[in-house]
């Protein structure tokens, strides 16, 4: 009999464990790998660990001995079980870190904020601003939460594409409407025809 598995189980961490020089993870669909510390920059070693948890499918969160939390999402520990997925998330990556912070950049200046402004009413460094409007880094949730909140904006203005960028699409007779499309009503699932980077 075929192995049929849940979708995206490739994204679907199901196990952690803490061993002496790395975590050792788990995914749905069978794959398993290790991060060891020293690939982890706020923990280096087991030592600085306090705690680990799986709070959903798609992230594992370490909380250090000095009270702090690091976020470890799905993609991050997937390349440790797998080789060859790596490259392919990486270019992934760079596009959707690129996209990002064109859309900061894009909010900003229609704010009429200069980057210093931004990284001041955000509290975080212009440094840190400046490299994520490049796509040279991810930020964390609690990061692109305080700039969405500094811009007056949801988070979800900065992690999906506006529809009015998108040419309206040409309806003919019997197509199923969008789930955004006013005839159709809320989306069933809350994604109002978002879009996900990357």
């Not at 993609?75 to 392919?88: I, S, V």
Request: one cysteine or more.
């Amino acid at each position: 009999m075929e192995t049929v598995l849940v979708n995206n189980a490739y994204r679907m961490m199901t196990v952690a464990h803490l061993l002496k020089n790395s975590i050792e993870i788990g995914f749905a669909d069978g794959a398993r790998g290790r991060i060891p510390y020293k690939d982890i920059p706020e923990i280096e070693e087991r030592t600085a660990l306090s705690s680990l948890a799986l709070p959903n499918p798609y992230e594992m969160v370490l909380g250090t001995v000095r009270g702090e939390t690091v976020e470890i999402p799905w993609d991050f520990a997937r390349h440790y079980c797998d080789a060859a997925y790596r490259p392919a998330i990486e270019a992934i990556a760079m596009k959707g870190r690129r996209t990002l912070g064109e859309r900061i950049r894009d909010f900003r200046e229609s704010a009429g904020l200069t980057q210093a402004a931004l990284a001041q009413a955000a509290n975080i460094g212009r440094v840190t601003l400046v490299r994520l409007e490049k796509g040279e880094q991810s930020p964390r949730f609690k990061t692109l939460d305080a700039i969405a909140k500094a811009l007056g904006r949801h988070t979800t203005d900065l992690l999906v594409e506006p529809e009015s960028l998108f040419p309206p699409a040409t309806q003919h007779p019997g197509a199923i409407p969008k789930q955004s499309d006013p005839q159709y009503g809320p989306g069933r699932n809350g994604s109002e025809g978002l879009i996900p980077v990357g």
